[in-house]
């Protein structure tokens, strides 16, 4: 008695047949007989009526909560990790998953294989003269300067044109302070002959803090 013919075998054929293949290859594809195939054809085949579907299939042991809540976290942001993703699920469904650690993991590996890594994201930098200054303080390393034969406190302001690189370097006694910035930025201002659009001092302290150089007590 010959095999019965599945349902996905007879729905293999017709996709093949509907995307150009002749018979005989859509048949060979799904496995049929060509004399099946007719029948599928001229709408004589009739699948053979098999037990009721009465079995359990397998289950999403995650229950459509990839689909719904973490998959769009991939889409929005495809850096996470599974680590991350599996405490996204625990926090939002406390006690029902924690044995799913293995799940999470292959199917974020699954999705990062499939969407491939994430493109980094760089923007060019351009700058244009006169628009920017930038001031800092620095310290040499590897060098002492003594003042009759005491170490001379000190540290260096350090001002650069971002367009140009043309730089100013002064010696200001002492730590960073407001009054070492205001004092050495005059001074590079008035030795390069001109003002720019903007002046960073990115995260300097003495931008805001006038303290001396010293703790505020």
């Known amino acids: 008695m010959p095999a019965p013919i599945k349902p996905q075998q007879v729905h293999l054929y017709m996709q093949t047949k509907q995307s150009g293949s002749s018979q005989e290859t859509a048949a060979a594809k799904a496995g049929i007989s060509t004399r099946t195939a007719h029948r599928i054809d001229s709408g004589t085949h009739r699948p053979q009526r098999g037990r009721p579907h009465d079995w359990k299939t397998r289950e999403d042991p995650l229950d459509g909560l990839w689909e719904l809540e973490l998959e769009p976290m991939l889409e929005r942001e495809p850096r996470l990790e599974a680590t991350t993703l599996f405490e996204t699920l625990q926090e939002n469904h406390p006690g029902q998953y924690d044995d799913k650690i293995r799940t999470v993991q ?10 491939g890594k994430p493109k980094e994201v760089m923007f060019k930098i351009q700058h244009h003269p006169g628009e920017m200054g930038q001031s800092d303080f620095t310290q040499l390393k590897g060098f002492s300067v003594t003042v009759q034969g005491e170490a001379f406190h000190h540290i260096l302001y350090h001002y650069r044109l971002s367009y140009s690189g043309w730089q100013y ?8 302070s407001f009054i070492g910035l205001s004092q050495g930025l005059q001074n590079a201002l008035s030795a390069c002959g001109g003002v720019p659009k903007t002046h960073r001092t990115d995260s300097l302290s003495a931008a805001y803090r006038n303290t001396g150089g010293r703790n505020p007590s």
């Open 169 to 176: 370097v002064q010696v200001i006694q002492g730590g960073e």
């Open 106 to 115: 292959r199917r974020t590996a699954k999705w990062k294989a499939a969407h």
